[in-house]
Structure formats: C-alpha cells, structure tokens
C-alpha cells in the first residue's frame, strides 16, 4: 500500500482532533451555544454546553489520566522481557527530539527522548549490534528547514559516544504503520531475523501489534518513557491529594489524550489490518 497523500496525511492528524475531550468538548460547547440562540432550543443549548465543559473536565482531572496511563503502562510493562535477549538491531521509533534549529546549540531532549537513550543502553549493554533510528520530519509549513528525526537522532547518538558504522536511520516513515512497514522491508535486505522494538510504554501496545503484524520480524518490546510509578510506588491517598485529583489540569488533560489517542489508533489500525 502506498503513502497517502499530503493532503490525506493531513485530513489523517486533523480529524481525530475532534474526537479528543479538547477538541469534542469545544465542539458539544459550540453546538450548544448555536442551539441556545434559538428561544425553543435553548434548553437543548445548556445541555450540549454543559456536556462539552463535564467531558473536558472529566478528562482533564489527574484522577483519569493516571488511570487511562496506567492502563497502557501496565500493559507494556508486562510485554517487556526481563532480561532482555539479544537482537539483529535496537530500533528506537521517532519521538521525542527537537532538531538543531537556532538558538539550539545542538539536537534537544525532549519528553520521550528517554527511547533514544535506552536505545543507547541496550546497545552499549551489547544486546545488538546495531542502533536503526527512525521518524521522518512532519511539518505542514513551507520551507521548515529541520531534518528527519531520525537523522537529528543518529547526530544525537554520535555526539553521545556511538560510532556512525553502528547506525542505520529510517528518514521517511511518518507513522507507525509506516515504520513496521519500512523497517520490516530493511531487516529483510539486511537478513535480520530479531529486532529490540523501543518505544514510549504509552505507545508500546500499538506499536508492538502493528510492528508483528506488518514488519515480518520477530519484534522483542522494550518499553521505556513510563509517565508514572507503578500503583503500588504511587503512594497512599490523603484528602489532599484526592481533591487536587479532581481539579482541572492541563498536564492531566495531555495525558488522558495521548491515551485516548492510542486507543483509538490501535482501532483503527486493526480495522485496517496493520496490527
């Protein structure tokens, strides 16, 4: 199957905005204020407005996020070998640097780039032999001068000691789907057989089910980037801590979206047949 096009790519990150609590919620208050316009469907207007404000809430408390976090960690915690077998290549997924773009004195860590550096781990630990780094460059602006993600990676794992024979990078891939595709198609040139998958716990459900399904490989998770401690190292609740559990937050919010944006790619991605 071929890449989509830009315009498809785009309609592709911009529509599930509108099934995000942000996005959705902004929505249903919309609904409801043109709905509340209009004397005989006012009442219709404040419960639209209402619904829109109770699901931004609901999911911005830290008291959902944690467990629709949690939920997803748990699950890459347990896919995830203790110890680790050795592999062909480590593949670490895009995610989680800021390229060397003024006034930057050199590529950035940002969240999520805790997998470049467990990639380094395992490799440096010996358990294969190369670092493959992947994740295109996605803008929807002209001219943006950054490089692929994965290049800005491989500059990254240069600086940090690795030698540029033991790198490999996978430049044009803008998705999930694309990388198990792709790299699947590498490792086959290359005669691999076992790849160390390292990616964000959060999106290691994901992108396991799609790397088995698509790449060909026998595909060994290796979770990292854990947004929370287990439940058992969260500590004790106090009436405190409870009721800032039920307060608006934004940090709270992104979570709970990230999550549900896992979710429903993963749906997706099985009714398309790619996981």
Not at 69 to 80: D, H, K, S, V
Not at 153 to 180: K, Y
Not at 217 to 225: R, S
Request: include cysteine; hydrophobic fraction near 45%.
């Amino acid at each position: 199957m071929g890449r989509p096009s830009a315009m498809g790519f785009l309609l592709s990150k911009l529509l599930p905005l509108f099934l995000y609590p942000l996005g959705l919620g902004l929505l249903l208050q919309g609904a409801g204020l043109a709905a509340g316009a209009r004397q005989a469907s006012r009442r219709w207007g404040l419960a639209l407005g209402g619904s829109g404000l109770g699901l931004i809430w609901l999911f911005a408390m830290p008291i959902t996020s944690r467990e629709l976090i949690w939920g997803l960690e748990e699950r890459a915690a347990a896919l995830t070998p203790n110890p680790i077998p050795e592999a062909d290549a480590v593949v670490v997924l895009g995610g989680g640097l800021r390229p060397a773009l003024a006034p930057r004195q050199g590529v950035e860590v940002a969240e999520g780039g805790d997998r470049l550096l467990t990639g380094l781990r395992l490799l440096r630990q010996n358990n294969a032999p190369l670092l493959l780094t992947s994740g295109a460059q996605i803008s929807f602006t002209a001219g943006d001068p950054a490089p692929a993600e994965a290049v800005s990676a491989r500059a990254l794992a240069i600086e940090l000691g690795v030698r540029p024979d033991q790198i490999l990078i996978n430049p044009t891939s803008r998705t999930t789907a694309e990388e198990a595709r792709d790299i699947g198609e590498l490792g086959r040139r290359r005669g691999w057989r076992r790849v160390l998958l390292v990616t964000s716990a959060f999106h290691m459900p994901r992108s396991l089910a799609t790397f088995r399904q698509r790449s060909g490989l026998t595909v060994i998770p290796v979770a990292c980037d854990y947004q929370l401690p287990t439940r058992a190292l969260f500590g004790r609740p106090t009436p405190g801590s409870v009721f800032l559990g039920l307060m608006p937050d934004a940090q709270a919010l992104s979570l709970s979206s990230i999550s549900l944006k896992e979710h429903l790619g993963l749906a997706i991605y099985r009714l398309k047949g790619w996981s």
